[in-house]
């Protein structure tokens, strides 16, 4: 089983995990962990210690926190395999025998969420980008311009993106991030999943900056081209925190798009295990969205292609599909509806397993737009309405950054201006409704009003 490993190693150690003017090998961080192979090419990442308010409780996410990298508060995190029937028997012993051992969680395989429908595609690209009024979010001067926007995913092909679109893109190589391993260099990447994606943040954000994170192209034993490892996210959320805080703070603004989520109980610990991902809001992956939120990002998840219409033959969560990251109370969980507004068969219904309210709201998905699959399939899955409101989002943020409109507040607007598609307001199907632009931008016109 691959495994996360916490600990917390001298603070000089810690300090060289921190700086990225420095560099610490598995090695400095653990000299050996009995039962454990290490994997020695991956980098070891710094996760952030939550400090909750004066009189908060330190083990309860539910309150405001604030997150410290500090060499006294920091931890470490390294991956490595233990032996599936040495699981329990080795996770105990570590516990016992090492103390600067902390956690050990669950590395789960991740995957994208393509559709696993094969109807044709419900009207085009043009069709979405009307329904995001464009021509009045340009009007606005919301366009993306300056916007940072991260695609994690299978890479993007740069070359294909601009093909499609008719015009240049915007790709900052410098910003985006490859894990170790992983062959190609940033907007150069094969025509697939994370190029669809791209294409389909640009419909809302057509200025928008993308930066590349090709995290479902790490390879393991057995893995196809399309999933990754959990523990690479969890690097990628490191790198993009430094994104972020680099940035001016009166125009910080990081939107951060991820279609992929973890399917099967197969690769995690039990439910109710500390070392739990799908349910535990502890679990380092977790904490890494809470403190990417913390610092001003806005993070959007697929809620996943399981729903009970058209469930895709992965999901073998036998109930509550939306887990982990994909229903995390600090990140907008996307469904999908065609244009027309209706909830699409495959798109994951709530509730979901860390926060119940899921998915929030819904975008548009199963156009005719990239092409990144053939000329006669269409964007789908909730792999593409992730996209179309992260484009939204950084839209938002042109004239918005997140110390104008924090990210809570973001998120807070999208779901009060949501076309609600049922008669109880909140339901499991659509969240709390469909995007809707025109909403969005008369709450944004009377908030800078008043």
Request: charged share 20%; proline share 8%; net charge negative.
């Amino acid at each position: 089983m691959r495994v996360l490993i916490q600990l917390r190693p001298s603070p000089d150690v810690v300090e060289a995990v921190v700086d990225p003017g420095r560099s610490a090998t598995v090695a400095d961080v653990a000299d050996g962990l009995p039962g454990v192979a290490l994997d020695h090419a991956y980098t070891p990442v710094a996760l952030p210690r939550p400090v909750p308010p004066p009189g908060g409780d330190p083990l309860s996410l539910n309150q405001p926190l604030a997150f410290s990298l500090a060499a006294e508060d920091a931890s470490v995190l390294v991956r490595g395999v233990i032996a599936d029937d040495e699981v329990a028997a080795r996770v105990a012993m570590l516990s016992s025998l090492r103390p600067d051992v902390t956690g050990v969680f669950a590395d789960p395989v991740i995957h994208t969420t393509l559709t696993c429908g094969g109807d044709p595609p419900v009207g085009t690209w043009h069709d979405v980008e009307r329904l995001l009024g464009a021509d009045a979010l340009r009007a606005e001067g919301l366009d993306g311009t300056g916007v940072a926007l991260a695609v994690l995913d299978t890479g993007i092909n740069l070359a294909h993106t601009e093909r499609q679109l008719g015009r240049d893109v915007i790709l900052d190589a410098a910003r985006s991030w490859v894990p170790a391993g992983v062959d190609g260099r940033p907007g150069q990447f094969e025509v697939d999943h994370g190029t669809m994606c791209a294409f389909d943040t640009l419909i809302g954000a057509p200025r928008a900056t993308l930066v590349d994170v090709p995290v479902l192209l790490s390879r393991r034993p057995g893995g196809s081209a399309l999933d990754g490892l959990l523990s690479d996210a969890v690097a990628a959320f490191g790198h993009l925190r430094g994104v972020l805080e680099a940035q001016p703070a009166e125009t910080r603004a990081l939107v951060v798009s991820n279609s992929w989520g973890s399917f099967s109980p197969e690769w995690d610990f039990p439910v109710g295990h500390p070392g739990n991902y799908s349910d535990n809001p502890a679990h380092p992956f977790n904490l890494m969205v809470t403190a990417l939120d913390e610092a001003g990002a806005d993070v959007l998840f697929a809620a996943g292609n399981c729903g009970r219409q058209c469930r895709d033959g992965r999901c073998a969560y036998p109930d509550r599909p939306i887990v982990g990251a994909n229903s995390h109370a600090k990140a907008l969980s996307i469904g999908g509806v065609d244009i027309s507004g209706e909830r699409v068969g495959y798109s994951s219904q709530g509730p979901g397993r860390l926060t119940a309210r899921k998915p929030d709201v819904c975008a548009y998905t199963h156009f005719s737009g990239s092409r990144a699959f053939g000329d006669t399939e269409p964007d789908s899955g909730t792999s593409a309405a992730t996209p179309v409101a992260a484009g939204l989002v950084a839209a938002i943020r042109t004239r918005w950054p997140c110390t104008r409109l924090s990210p809570s507040q973001l998120r807070a607007l999208l779901r009060r201006t949501a076309d609600d598609r049922s008669e109880v307001g909140f339901d499991f199907d659509y969240g709390y409704g469909v995007i809707d632009p025109e909403g969005i931008v008369a709450a944004l016109r009377r908030r800078s009003a008043a």
